[in-house]
């Protein structure tokens, strides 16, 4: 999908289209066969972003709609709803134990803060796991180097957003939808946007190929354009 991005061809625009909207459908039943919530939850945010986003065209927005009323109405059937909600986000535990649901994240991100509050300057090293990587980096490495690492992860996004409607380029639109899918990663893991291993690659090469475009003057600028 990323490469029909970077290597736009006008002349078969129709047939770009066609494999991007193949290629998304494939890409979201593989993220709902890996049964991963926070990325699910991330799709779906990104999903009503450009619903709700005035560049989306009427046919993509048209399409997330008519997705989604498909998948309400697959709903109705038992089988698909025990699947998804029963199977998927809920992960087959029970509704009355909010610490369960999330997979013990509560008491994580509770005992990560408390400790946190104990070693403000400095951390407290890496003593423990936190599925939260907000909170994670602050229980481990304090305040000023945990609020630099925060900055630092997100700012990617943060560049992506600033410089939007400066650069004309999708690739810019796509970094940024990454970008924000793996900070929403990170509430819910220890590494996002960092890791683990390549995991959140793409982002970041994304950032780097666009900082080098930037670099080279290979975009246009809409200020000099009106100039």
């Known amino acids: 999908m990323i490469l029909l991005y970077l290597s736009p061809a006008p002349k078969y625009k129709k047939l770009q289209i066609f494999f991007r909207v193949l290629l998304a459908a494939f890409f979201f039943y593989v993220i709902v066969g890996m049964r991963c919530r926070s ?19 009427n046919g993509f927005k048209l399409v997330i709609v008519l997705g ?22 809920l992960g087959g535990r029970e509704t009355n134990d909010v610490n369960d649901l999330t997979s013990g994240r509560l008491v994580q991100i509770a005992r990560g803060w408390e400790l946190f509050k ?26 000023p180097l945990g609020l630099c690492l925060m900055i630092l992860g997100c700012y990617p996004f943060i560049w992506g957003v600033y410089n939007y409607k400066r650069i004309k380029s999708p690739v810019c639109m796509v970094m940024i939808l990454c970008a924000m899918m793996y900070i929403i990663g990170g509430i ?16 970041w090469f994304l950032f780097g190929y666009l900082r080098v475009q930037q ?12 100039n």
Not at 40 to 50: M, N, R
Not at 68 to 88: H, P, R, S, T, W
Not at 118 to 143: E, H, K, P, R, W
């Open 118 to 143: 104990q070693n403000l300057l400095f951390g407290t090293g890496d003593t423990g796991t936190v599925d939260c990587f907000f909170i994670s980096v602050l229980m481990q490495y304090g305040a």
């Open 188 to 203: 819910f893991e220890e590494n996002a946007p960092f890791g683990p291993g390549t995991r959140c690659y793409i982002s």
């Open 215 to 226: 670099a080279n003057g290979c975009f246009v600028e809409e200020s000099h354009e009106k």
């Open 68 to 89: 989604a009323f498909a998948l309400l109405i697959a709903m109705q059937n038992e089988a698909v709803y025990d699947k998804l909600v029963n199977g998927i986000l």
């Open 39 to 57: 990325m699910l939850f991330a799709v779906l945010v990104t999903l009503a972003i450009f619903l709700f986003q005035r560049n989306t065209s």
